[in-house]
């Protein structure tokens, strides 16, 4: 008989002593997670990316900001697999070339993308929607009829307690508010223990309070794994932001901290307005 939630009542882990042996190995020696160089993509004659440059630390929560049109997504599609660019070069660590890689293979590199409408099967229970979303799982038929093992217990409770609904395990995703299916959403993710998660718009459509308790949740997630948000929420941003990456028309047109930033004429110029 499969063994079901009242398992989950053991202890929880620390989410960094769950080992990442299914990961192959990433070179952070120099400190840095993530390398975009010279990334030129073009759709029918238009520049969406123009060149564009990134670094971002190893463990580091970056924001991209920018107009629509900027080349934020682009850039999302490019390091997941989705688009494959003109020239340049996406690096994951210094050893692990992205570029020509599809999608399921960086997946299975560590990288995680949350698009900003939340995807969760909102038929089944919060449990069903992790035990599901488990890295390397059997066929979703087993998943549903067979048991726990340790290791899915331990990685469930762990998730759990970061999202903030281990209330909720028996609750069908779809009866879920829209901030808690985001949060599902990202601890779906988060059951393969990414080391890299790209995040967009996750405060769209929040109440306030919602937003802010998202906002904590991606600040905590930091450190142990690399973390870049695409947001144009500025409340949000100013929250979570240690360093932001402004972007327009495919170029990075600034890079600083929010102090920075808001201080910084071209960006007040192009983007943030009046408002500041």
């Known amino acids: 008989m499969r063994r079901g939630p009242p398992e989950l009542l053991k202890p929880l882990l620390k989410f960094e002593s769950i080992k990442n042996d299914h990961f192959p190995y990433v070179d952070v020696s120099h400190s840095v997670g993530l390398y975009v160089e010279g990334l030129t993509v073009t759709f029918d004659g238009f520049r969406a990316l123009d060149g564009f440059n990134l670094y971002v630390d190893d463990g580091e929560l970056r924001c991209l900001i920018g107009a629509n049109g900027a080349g934020k997504t682009t850039l999302m599609d490019v390091i997941t697999g989705r688009t494959k660019p003109d020239s340049g070069e996406v690096y994951f660590g210094q050893n692990i070339n992205l570029i020509g890689k599809t999608e399921t293979e960086i997946a299975q590199l560590g990288i995680a993308r949350k698009f900003q409408n939340p995807t969760v099967f909102e038929h089944q229970t919060v449990l069903s929607n992790l035990e599901l979303a488990l890295h390397g799982k059997r066929g979703i038929f087993d998943t549903l009829v067979g ?130």
């Open 147 to 276: 048991d726990f093992s340790s290791d899915d217990l331990d990685r469930i409770n762990e998730v759990l307690a970061i999202i903030g609904l281990k209330d909720r395990i028996k609750s069908p995703a779809g009866s879920l508010s829209h901030g808690q299916k985001q949060w599902l959403e990202i601890g779906m993710l988060l059951s393969a223990n990414p080391r890299l998660l790209l995040v967009d718009e996750p405060a769209a459509g929040m109440t306030r309070g919602e937003a802010e308790r998202t906002a904590e949740l991606l600040k905590d997630l930091a450190g142990d794994r690399t973390i870049i948000v695409i947001e144009h929420d500025m409340e949000f941003i100013r929250s979570i932001a240690n360093k932001v990456t402004v972007m327009h028309q495919g170029q990075m047109l600034a890079e600083g901290s929010m102090t920075e930033i808001k201080k910084n004429p071209s960006v007040l110029e192009v983007y943030l307005g009046e408002e500041y």
